[in-house]
């Protein structure tokens, strides 16, 4: 992925979805480099609560402290294709994303009738 | 084959278009005004065909929900005090909703509330974990069906039909001009409820709509939603006949089954219970999978009922939180009627957050592609964008001054 995208528009804030296609988290917050004069490259997109207390003063903090506070990393290799969602190349467990579903899942498993 | 089903789905959407905010709000406009705010309705109907149009469309377009849409479109700060109050309007209305169910159990069995309301609570859990979803919304939306019989009822009181006609024409004549506004804002209010277009939204995503279903869903909205409003005018017209004048005021769900009673009898007040049972239990439904979707959409969490509960944890647990808390709040004894105007009034300030994102995305080419807002979906947005800043600034003023509509 090397096009040039408007990255305020087209790509924070949108949903991530894994290589199966399961929903996974949002575009929290996104890794900019780049040297004076040269042009910005995205390097990663960062992705929890921990992000959301840059984003939004009191209440961010609020909410970030409400979820714990975690963050992660998404190297942007990792990243498929920026579309209508955020297409990763790795499944939400290698990633670290997904975590709180993966975390319940177990449980709800035990209530007979949650298979349908 | 396809245009049967197309049938039933509008017919579920008929059903389903009354809830206990319109109950309420069109039977005391009705006993306080008589026919006088009919106009206002129409206003109504029409912002909710022009809104629920315009979500299905982006929903099938470009695969986003409201809150999806919502927070890409105004940014985390601004999308999270949507999201809030978006909830806490929610909540109200699914507390009044389930409220309103265990009304309408307790005029049916004579058992005391508070087991009804367990009763309601654990018969809502069983048949949303139980039942597949597309039988949900059938059985509650033609169970809903019933309350027909108060178009019924509106026609046999023998209204003075030259009255209803002239209410469809916008005029004041009252001395309490404030009350006037206050019920106009709460008719609008119930009539566009937010989590209207969240659900269906959010429905259309899951169906996984394409730009081939547009015309199914211009054909949802006008329709489904366009003779649900007929609904709406027959129990302004049932409040008007029967109660104007005469100092009832409707603040029980029994005496607004009692306006299919009076003119048809037993079988029109059981009707007329089970309709609103129906129509009532299935909104709290969708405000219940409301409520769960739009904090899923926001923060990007796995989401669906057609998902079975273990492919969607977080969203499972989150509906189930929200329905033991608004069992909490009707435990408590609070008057499902009076929350329902408390709901219906905030629901009216939070309406700008929700439709003024959804306005930016549907007119978005990046999203939209060709099928952004014509020059009449633009037309209609604009104004009703106006109408529902007018209405959220007034609503608030306007409950205190009249005292929620007492005086």
Redesign the interface.
């Given at each position: 992925l090397t096009e040039t995208i408007d990255v305020g528009?087209?790509l924070?804030?949108?949903?991530?979805l894994d290589s199966e296609g399961?929903?996974?988290?949002?575009v929290?917050d996104i890794a900019l480099e780049g040297a004076p004069g040269e042009g910005l490259e995205v390097v990663a997109i960062l992705c929890g609560p921990g992000v959301?207390r840059r984003?939004?003063?009191l209440?961010?903090r609020v909410?970030a402290w409400l979820g714990g506070g975690g963050r992660v990393r998404i190297p942007w290799d990792d990243v498929d294709e920026v579309g209508?969602?955020v297409k990763l190349r790795k499944r939400a467990q290698e990633l670290g994303l997904?975590r709180?579903?993966d975390r319940?899942?177990p449980?709800?498993?035990k209530?007979p009738?949650?298979?349908? | 084959m396809k245009i049967f089903k197309v049938a039933l789905g509008i017919l579920a959407a008929i059903g389903g278009f009354v809830d206990i905010g319109d109950l309420v709000f069109n039977v005391a406009a009705g006993a306080t005004f008589g026919y006088q705010l009919l106009w206002v309705v129409v206003i109504g109907v029409i912002g909710i065909i022009v809104y629920s149009e315009m979500c299905g469309r982006v929903a099938a377009v470009s695969g986003k929900a409201v809150f999806d849409a919502v927070r890409e479109r105004v940014g985390f700060k601004a999308g999270l005090v949507a999201l809030v109050s978006a909830q806490v309007v929610n909540l109200l209305t699914l507390t009044a909703e389930i409220g309103g169910v265990a009304i309408c159990l307790q005029l049916l069995s004579g058992l005391p509330y508070r087991w009804l309301i367990v009763i309601a609570g654990l018969a809502l859990t069983i048949v949303v974990w139980v039942v597949a979803f597309e039988w949900i919304e059938r059985f509650f939306g033609y169970g809903g069906l019933c309350m027909l019989v108060f178009a019924v009822a509106a026609v046999k009181l023998h209204p003075s039909w030259g009255a209803v006609g002239q209410g469809f024409v916008p005029h004041m004549d009252t001395e309490s001009p404030v009350l006037y506004a206050y019920f106009a804002v709460g008719l609008l209010g119930a009539a566009m409820t937010p989590y209207e277009v969240y659900f269906y939204s959010s429905g259309g995503v899951e169906e996984r709509w394409g730009p081939k279903d547009l015309g199914l869903n211009r054909l949802n909205s006008m329709i489904g939603y366009g003779l649900g409003g007929l609904l709406s005018f027959a129990l302004m017209i049932v409040g008007g006949a029967l109660f104007l004048g005469e100092g009832i005021e409707p603040e029980f769900l029994g005496t607004i089954a009692l306006g299919a009673e009076v003119p048809l009898g037993q079988i029109g007040l059981l009707l007329g219970l089970v309709g609103i049972l129906f129509a009532v239990s299935g909104a709290a439904i969708d405000t219940l999978f409301s409520g769960a979707y739009n904090l899923a959409q926001f923060l990007g969490w796995e989401w669906g009922r057609y998902r079975h509960p273990r492919g969607a944890p977080r969203f499972t647990v989150t509906w189930f939180v929200l329905l033991v808390l608004a069992l909490g709040v009707v435990m408590s004894g609070v008057d499902p009627v009076r929350l329902t105007e408390y709901a219906v009034i905030f629901s009216a300030v939070a309406l700008p957050l929700t439709y003024i994102p959804i306005f930016l995305v549907a007119n978005d080419r990046t999203y939209m592609r060709e099928h952004t807002n014509g020059p009449i979906a633009n037309a209609l947005g604009i104004v009703y964008l106006v109408v529902i800043t007018l209405i959220a600034l007034s609503a608030v003023p306007l409950m205190i001054l009249t005292n929620v509509g007492q005086n």
């Open positions: 528009l087209n924070l804030d949108h949903q991530l399961r929903r996974c988290g949002k929290d959301w984003r939004a003063g209440i961010g909410a209508s969602h997904g709180g579903d319940l899942r449980y709800i498993e209530i009738g949650s298979e349908h | -």
